[in-house]
C-alpha cells in the first residue's frame, strides 16, 4: 500500500485545514486509515483513525470536536478537516494504512505534510 498526503501549510490560530491521503495498491488488505502527527522534538502521536466503513472513528483527547476523518472508498482517499488550529498542532501529520483499525501499530506510512500555526 502507497500512502500520497498533501494539503499541509501555514494558517493562523483559530484557522481551518483539510489534509488527504491518497491510498494505492493493494488497499483492500489494509482497510482502516489513520492520521498521526510529529511535533518538533516530540515522539509520533496518534490522531485519528477511521474503519472502513467510517462507521467506527477514533480520536485523540487533544483533537475531539475541533479535527474530522472521514473517507471516500470511491478515491481511495481519507481526509482530515481540522477546525479552530492551535499553534500546539503545529506537526508534520502522516498518514496511515493498517489491517485493523487501532491508534498504533500501523502497517504502512506516508511521507509526511506539515502543518504550522502560528500564533
Known amino acids: 500500500v502507497q500512502l500520497q498526503a498533501s494539503g499541509g501549510g501555514l494558517v493562523q490560530a483559530g484557522g481551518s485545514l483539510r489534509l488527504s491521503c491518497a491510498a494505492s495498491?493493494?488497499?483492500?488488505?489494509?482497510?482502516?486509515l489513520g492520521w498521526f502527527r510529529q511535533a518538533p522534538g516530540k515522539e509520533r502521536e496518534f490522531v485519528a483513525a477511521?474503519?472502513?466503513?467510517?462507521?467506527?472513528?477514533y480520536y485523540a483527547d487533544s483533537v475531539k470536536g475541533r479535527f474530522t476523518i472521514s473517507r471516500d472508498n470511491a478515491k481511495n482517499t481519507v481526509y482530515l478537516q481540522m477546525n479552530s488550529l492551535k499553534p500546539e498542532d503545529t506537526a508534520v501529520y502522516y498518514c496511515?494504512?493498517?489491517?485493523?483499525?487501532?491508534?498504533?501499530?500501523?502497517?504502512?506510512w506516508g511521507q509526511g505534510t506539515l502543518v504550522t500555526v502560528s500564533s
Open positions: 496511515a494504512a493498517n489491517h485493523v483499525l487501532g491508534i498504533q501499530e500501523y502497517d504502512y
Open positions: 495498491g493493494r488497499t483492500f488488505s489494509s482497510p482502516a
Open positions: 477511521i474503519s472502513w466503513s467510517g462507521g467506527s472513528t
